[in-house]
């Protein structure tokens, strides 16, 4: 009989395991199985909104353990701490840098939910430290470092999920497969949408650091500004030395399931209009705006709205798609298909469940089963929400390769391609 690998042998054949290719690209690392007693060791990064739904999910996922906690806000680290040893026998360790944590020798893999500019230097950093990674959506903050966070997963062949979690929900799942059998026939379009009611940001003013806080490393690779009190810890999302505006905020889930569904992945044409209609303030990026993407036979249109609550399908985020046999509905948790005389055919109904794909990547790594937003797959819709951002902040039309995906006969878009870093930040491969 086979003996059981020990956790250690377990976590050191998975550097030189080969990568399978599965339905959605390169799936997880193929390798035997390790004792059902033996967890993941796992390490939140980024305890602030999101981050506490990484640690809610990962306690409700036995054959995870969250071992360490990371956060540059004291009070974040604290509560973050504080929450898991509350449910799980062993205490997490807080660090504040996360180039210590990944020293750690136990630390199997990091659960990124820090600030967008943070998402692929930090998970460039792991991957490069042996960890696998859990990073938030959008996973980059440009389209540079989107690839970089692809060729750093393949070069040291590690588990990477984006948090692009529909994609492991049972009913989507259903749904999607539904479109794929040909329930709508041939498929032509999705529109998409997200819509808030976000207050005014206010003027920001320059004040000192509070002691909380590392500024410093808050920052990271981005380049240096000063503090402003109207920044954190959420409204660093509107501006683009940190953030991706909405399109890359609530964008990226619903043109993730558009393409999924339509089975298309780089646009050849990109345009985005839009503007800061509602309010005054220091807000940097659009709070309203379309953006059309053209893959020759078949296209996505997202709208976004951030201060209207108002969405469309009686829901504030929804995803439809258009066949020639009729239209599907993807809106609140319910699927809805109509024909082509707008009659109701059929319901597919379900429930939101975040833990289900904090678990795949779970399983990813202890059992090599494929990723449901594998890091390739997952910056393809990322890709989207760049573009879209480009062809506003230049006002241009994008034409893209279709192959490559890189911008054609465009400087100015080009050079939005990636950003500057502050000395000594830079990812690289």
Not at 89 to 104: H, I, S, V
Request: glycine fraction near 10%; hydrophobic fraction near 40%; charge should be neutral.
């Amino acid at each position: 009989m086979q003996r059981a690998l020990s956790r250690r042998e377990f976590l050191r054949r998975s550097s030189f395991a080969g990568v399978a290719l599965g339905a959605v690209g390169p799936a997880a690392l193929t390798r035997a199985s390790s004792s059902p007693n033996e967890k993941v060791i796992i390490a939140v990064i980024g305890c602030h909104g999101r981050g506490m739904d990484h640690i809610a999910a990962y306690l409700n996922v036995p054959a995870a353990e969250i071992g360490y906690i990371c956060d540059v806000d004291k009070r974040a680290l604290q509560h973050g701490v504080a929450a898991v040893a509350a449910k799980q026998q062993r205490r997490p360790e807080g660090f504040t840098d996360l180039r210590r944590l990944l020293e750690q020798k136990d630390l199997d893999a990091v659960s990124i939910a820090t600030p967008d500019h943070w998402h692929a230097p930090a998970a460039i950093l792991a991957c490069a430290a042996g960890k696998h990674v859990y990073v938030e959506k959008p996973g980059s903050h440009n389209l540079h470092e989107s690839r970089l966070l692809v060729a750093a997963a393949r070069k040291h062949r590690r588990v990477v999920q984006m948090g692009n979690q529909r994609r492991s929900w049972p009913w989507v799942q259903e749904a999607i497969a539904a479109l794929h059998a040909g329930e709508l026939g041939e498929l032509f379009f999705a529109r998409t949408w997200y819509t808030n009611h976000r207050p005014s940001i206010g003027h920001g003013r320059v004040v000192p650091v509070p002691p909380w806080l590392d500024w410093s490393l808050w920052q990271g690779p981005a380049p240096e500004e000063p503090f402003r009190d109207n920044l954190p810890h959420y409204n660093w999302h509107w501006f683009w030395t940190w953030g991706t505006g909405e399109l890359g905020n609530n964008g990226v889930h619903a043109l993730d399931v558009a393409r999924w569904g339509l089975r298309v992945d780089i646009p050849r044409r990109v345009t985005c209009g839009g503007n800061r209609y509602h309010f005054q303030d220091d807000w940097q990026t659009p709070d309203t705006c379309v953006a059309t993407f053209d893959f020759g036979n078949k296209g996505i249109v997202w709208e976004g709205q951030s201060c209207d609550p108002r969405g469309f399908e009686g829901a504030t985020f929804g995803i439809n798609f258009y066949g020639e046999h009729g239209t599907m509905s993807i809106a609140g948790t319910t699927a809805r298909v109509f024909d082509l005389d707008q009659k109701l055919v059929r319901e597919i109904k379900g429930r939101a469940d975040d833990v289900l794909h904090f678990a795949n990547f779970v399983d990813a790594i202890r059992r090599g089963i494929p990723l449901r937003a594998e890091i390739e797959d997952a910056e393809h819709s990322t890709r989207l929400c760049h573009l879209g951002n480009i062809s506003w902040r230049t006002g241009d039309t994008l034409d893209c390769d279709p192959v490559s995906g890189d911008i054609l006969h465009d400087k100015a878009a080009r050079a939005l391609e990636r950003r500057r870093y502050r000395h000594g930040w830079e990812p690289k491969v």
